[in-house]
């Protein structure tokens, strides 16, 4: 396909033209799409920031049309087009994988996802010597081009600065010596003896500072995590808990793992079942409002998976405690309800692969 506006070479499957950001005229085949009726605003306006170098506001505008569609390929492989010509390699082709996931047979993304590993490759075979002079090549130029003239003058300044030195050990080895002043101890009163059996002087003792008892809420706050968290998962954990302070969920968020490869959540949480509510409503509500602050905060993920801990637990653990409770939730599933309004055999209902630890004796349903 070639572009009406400045003739460059285009994929078939474009919306915009990648060198002048101009209509492709595939808006209209795509629009029996309700994804791409929808979102389609939203994606010019984003092409347009990505051309003139506006990352960050390219990036908010494919946010928004995902919230309107997660499962668009032309915003997944359009922020994968923002995040390649930012520089960010490695996030560039976790979008074009999830675009590709969407639309396997695509051979445009398959082709992005090979040039940026190629790139990537080649950039890793390079030796260590030849890219640290590619990054400061206009250094080096500019050092070369230094004229004699700035040369003679840094090396007079070096001649003064030296003669400046000179001059002064001169004058400090010519000073005149004086003889070095002995202390004298003071003269002791008429008839004074020494104590041979006088007390020895008290040795101070250091100071030691008293031990600090942190509470169960501040050790599980410095508790160790498990592995190194990602920057989506470190984000997703820190706005869970934020909806803990705000009353959003009632659980203790202790981790969060998402698994890019399918856009799914897994999430810990320390969970005190309450009093007077059947456990089968109580774990299912809580499910429900920890999914409903997943996808709030991440629409990327397209699933969720709860396990709930009685209190007391900590991913020092190391994976030796069963929790009591696990069951899967979905996106589509849950849509766009509020887990307060709803039911608790409604609840359930949403749920999947539901799991309760035997030691509980809870009835299936």
């Keep these: 396909m070639t572009c009406p506006q400045c003739r460059a070479d285009a994929d078939g499957d474009l919306l915009f033209c990648p060198e002048c950001g101009a ?5 209209q085949a795509l629009g029996d799409s309700l994804s791409d009726r929808d979102v389609y605003p939203l994606l010019a306006a984003a092409n347009l920031h990505k051309i003139r170098g506006e990352w960050e506001a390219a990036i908010q505008k494919c946010v928004e049309a995902l919230r309107i569609y997660p499962n668009n390929v032309s915003a997944h492989s359009l922020m994968g087009d923002i995040y390649s010509q930012k520089g960010d390699i490695g996030e560039a082709l976790q979008w074009y ?3 590709l996931d969407l639309k396997p047979d695509s051979p445009s993304e398959r082709a992005k996802i090979e040039k940026l590993k190629a790139a990537r490759d080649q950039e890793a075979a390079r030796p260590p010597s030849e890219a640290i002079l590619q990054a400061h090549a206009p250094e080096v130029a500019s050092t070369r081009s230094l004229s004699w003239v700035r040369i003679a003058v840094a090396a007079g300044a070096a001649c003064f600065i030296l003669l400046g030195v000179i001059a002064a050990l001169t004058q400090w080895a010519a000073r005149p010596s004086v003889p070095p002043i002995r202390p004298t101890s003071p003269p002791r009163p008429r008839g004074f003896t020494p104590a041979l059996n006088a007390p ?3 040795t101070p003792q250091p100071l030691v500072a008293p031990p600090i008892v942190l509470s169960p809420e501040e050790n599980r706050a410095n508790e160790p995590t498990g592995p190194p968290a990602s920057s989506q998962e470190a984000s997703l954990t820190a706005a869970l808990r934020q909806s803990r302070i705000e009353n959003a969920i009632g659980s203790h968020v202790a981790q969060a793992q998402i698994d890019p490869r399918i856009s799914w959540a897994s999430i810990m949480a320390e969970y005190a079942l309450p009093e007077g509510v059947p456990m089968q409503e109580a774990a299912a509500r809580e499910t ?10 991440d629409p990327r993920i397209t699933g969720v998976t709860v396990r709930l801990f009685s209190p007391g637990y900590s991913p020092a653990d190391g994976g030796t405690r069963d929790p009591d409770f696990v069951a899967d939730l979905t996106r589509a599933a849950l849509g766009s309800a509020d887990p307060e309004q709803l039911p608790g055999d409604q609840l359930s209902a949403l749920l999947q692969n539901i799991w309760w ?7 299936i349903r």
């Design 23 to 27: 209509d492709l005229g595939n808006a």
């Design 97 to 99: 994988r999830m675009a």
């Design 200 to 202: 020895a002087a008290k």
């Design 288 to 297: 429900a409002r920890i999914a409903r602050a997943v996808f709030d905060t």
């Design 357 to 363: 630890n035997p030691r509980l004796d809870v009835p």
